[in-house]
């Protein structure tokens, strides 16, 4: 008798386990990760309860908004930690702290522990916002390793998921909690959480595979994601106009879930691909031995005429290391090197001038709509069109950079200085508004804030490398919080607070006899967003400058070394009959 037939389940066990470690769903666990790592989106949401719940002025509530755009957006500790831990500590340690920072503040809000005093509470803030400084460090650096020829396609992605992340949990605590923004808390502090937790084991970073096919795939992810958007904005635009049940919110919530895991079927299919290409025979080659044609002996090299290693100069100062000695452009660069090399100088300018004046317009959208008279429900709709334009940014920003760059070697610092100069004309716009600008100007500058961090993440693991990535890109974004806060809060603020006492004094009113400024008319950020743009301008030069200085090394083969060591996965040739 012969041996039975293997069981359906044996069948099944090692392609499950061939799944789990495989970077597709690796890739699809780090959509998932990112989908709960823009909880700081949300901010604008639950602030008002925090206000009310707490009693804090408006003061206040800018300062807890300061201390979490800055954990936001300080992730070199994460980076740092990163370098000598693997992915799955970064990732369960980022979880602790986003449980940790937003459950202590939906403890307060809902006056469960006794009210908090106001540096407590910034740091509560700040520890949950910077928990998604480890979802990106661990979920985001992955990726790139895994797909390096990819990145500005898997950047965008990636970063694209984390800005429908607000609007995807607005949908779910919607479904799930009604309208008790007090609970979206609650939501934001053991969802992202739970998501790490679940896929710590399987985003890992992978040996290096080239499939014919990759950028196939991308865009089949890259459409589901722009079907979520479009049906995101469509309920939110419906939800604005029109009272939804209960039903009718878990309606869309399942929808949106279900969008979400299309790209799970996606990854267990290519996996599937790739687990029927290993099974089949492979095709032996004999070994063929060249001998030399002129005399029919082999050539042989005499070893004293190679100089494998250059002899010793004497050891050589950490100074010159850093400052003289430093690798070529693309190759691993170390931490002290590319920090303090030209190239990232000018790359801060930039994402100062850049990232920080975006931050300051999207910071201000809701009161420049009220300054302009715009009803509560169009200003509402003005910050819906950022967010989804964000993404869009976003994705154009890693889809397009890449092809534009694989096919016409078009450098990725001339895409980023483009997008400066977008957001310029956007800024000019709020400066100078004219019926319905505003909409267009949202629409603008939420593309170019969309599109500048994929740029700048690619541009970093293009110079400098990938050995030290997950520390740089972290320190890359760090001209953000200090272009926001010095934008922001020492000019835009002041200046609309300016023009605010200007309106009292021609009413002969002090500032005592009113209970908060306000500010009516064109003229309230007129000369501010003039500034801006003049600040952006001057980013953009400076990307200019990046543009000259990398011109010929984006002119080269940039992702050869990649080609070079990676394992090519394809069909083998079928073996001819016998």
């Given at each position: 008798m012969g041996e039975p037939p293997p069981s359906t389940t044996t069948k099944t066990l090692p392609f499950l386990v061939h799944v789990l470690h495989g970077r597709w769903f690796s890739l699809f666990a780090s959509f998932l990760v990112m989908t709960g790592a823009g909880a700081t989106y949300l901010f604008g949401v639950y602030s008002k309860d925090i206000k009310s719940s707490l009693g804090y002025d408006q003061t206040t509530l800018n300062l807890l908004g300061f201390f979490k755009d800055l954990g936001a957006n300080v992730g070199v500790l994460?980076?740092?930690?990163?370098?000598?831990?693997?992915?799955?500590?970064?990732?369960?340690?980022?979880?602790?702290?986003?449980?940790?920072?937003?459950?202590?503040?939906?403890?307060?809000?809902?006056?469960?522990?006794?009210?908090?005093?106001?540096?407590?509470?910034?740091?509560?803030?700040?520890?949950?916002?910077?928990?998604?400084?480890?979802?990106?460090?661990?979920?985001?650096?992955?990726?790139?390793?895994?797909?390096?020829?990819?990145?500005g396609v898997v950047l965008g992605l990636l970063k694209g998921f984390t800005g429908l992340s607000g609007a995807i949990m607005t949908q779910i605590y919607l479904a799930v909690y009604g309208n008790d923004s007090k609970s979206l808390i609650l939501l934001i502090a053991w969802l992202p959480a739970a998501i790490s937790v679940v896929f710590v084991y399987?985003?890992?970073?992978?040996?290096?595979?080239?499939?014919?096919?990759?950028?196939?795939?991308?865009?089949?992810?890259?459409?589901?994601?722009?079907?979520?958007?479009?049906?995101?904005?469509?309920?939110?635009?419906?939800?604005?106009?029109?009272?939804?049940?209960?039903?009718?919110?878990?309606?869309?919530?399942?929808?949106?879930?279900?969008?979400?895991?299309?790209?799970?079927?996606?990854?267990?299919?290519?996996?599937?691909?790739?687990?029927?290409?290993?099974?089949?025979?492979?095709?032996?080659?004999?070994?063929?031995?060249?001998?030399?044609?002129?005399?029919?002996?082999?050539?042989?090299?005499?070893?004293s005429s190679l100089e494998l290693e250059p002899k010793s100069k004497g050891k050589e100062s950490c100074f010159a290391n850093v400052f003289l000695n430093k690798p070529e452009r693309g190759e691993d660069y170390n931490i002290l090197q590319a920090l303090l090399s030209t190239d990232m100088l000018i790359l801060f300018v930039a994402t100062f001038c850049g990232l920080g004046t975006s931050l300051t317009a999207v910071d201000n959208l809701g009161q420049i709509g009220e300054s302009l008279g715009y009803p509560t429900k169009t200003i509402k709709s003005f910050v819906s069109l950022l967010s989804i334009w964000n993404y869009f940014g976003r994705i154009f920003a890693g889809f397009v950079s890449e092809i534009l760059l694989a096919k016409y070697k078009f450098?990725?610092?001339?895409?980023?200085?483009?997008?400066?100069?977008?957001?310029?004309?956007?800024?000019?716009?709020?400066?100078?508004?004219v019926p319905g600008s505003v909409y267009v100007a949202s629409i603008i500058i939420g593309f170019s804030f969309g599109a500048q961090l994929p740029l700048i993440f690619a541009i970093i693991s293009e110079l400098f490398g990938l050995k030290y990535y997950s520390t740089l890109f972290n320190c890359g974004q760090l001209g953000s919080p200090l272009g926001s806060y010095i934008l922001n809060v020492r000019v835009t603020g002041p200046l609309y607070d300016r023009e605010a006492l200007k309106e009292l004094a021609k009413k002969g009113l002090t500032r005592s006899a009113v209970k908060e400024l306000v500010c009516m008319g064109s003229h309230c950020y007129r000369l501010s967003f003039i500034i801006l743009a003049c600040v952006c301008c001057f980013g953009a030069t400076a990307s200019l400058i990046l543009v000259m200085r990398t011109r010929e090394f984006y002119n080269g083969d940039i992702y050869k070394k990649f080609r070079e060591g990676a394992q090519v996965v394809q069909p083998k040739p079928a073996l001819p009959p016998k």
């Open positions: 994460s980076g740092l930690i990163a370098e000598i831990t693997p992915t799955w500590f970064v990732l369960l340690l980022g979880s602790g702290l986003n449980f940790a920072g937003y459950f202590m503040i939906w403890l307060a809000v809902t006056n469960r522990i006794a009210k908090p005093k106001i540096w407590q509470m910034c740091l509560y803030i700040c520890i949950g916002a910077n928990s998604q400084n480890f979802a990106n460090t661990g979920a985001l650096v992955t990726s790139v390793s895994n797909f390096p020829e990819s990145r399987t985003i890992r970073k992978m040996s290096l595979v080239r499939q014919p096919n990759e950028i196939r795939i991308f865009y089949h992810f890259l459409y589901v994601s722009v079907f979520l958007a479009l049906f995101i904005m469509a309920m939110t635009i419906a939800q604005n106009l029109v009272s939804f049940s209960q039903r009718a919110y878990a309606g869309s919530a399942t929808v949106v879930i279900f969008l979400l895991f299309v790209p799970l079927f996606m990854a267990i299919k290519e996996e599937l691909n790739i687990w029927e290409m290993n099974k089949q025979p492979k095709v032996a080659v004999d070994e063929v031995k060249l001998d030399n044609m002129d005399n029919g002996q082999d050539q042989l090299v005499n070893p450098p990725r610092p001339l895409m980023f200085t483009l997008v400066l100069f977008l957001s310029c004309i956007g800024l000019l716009m709020i400066a100078f508004p």
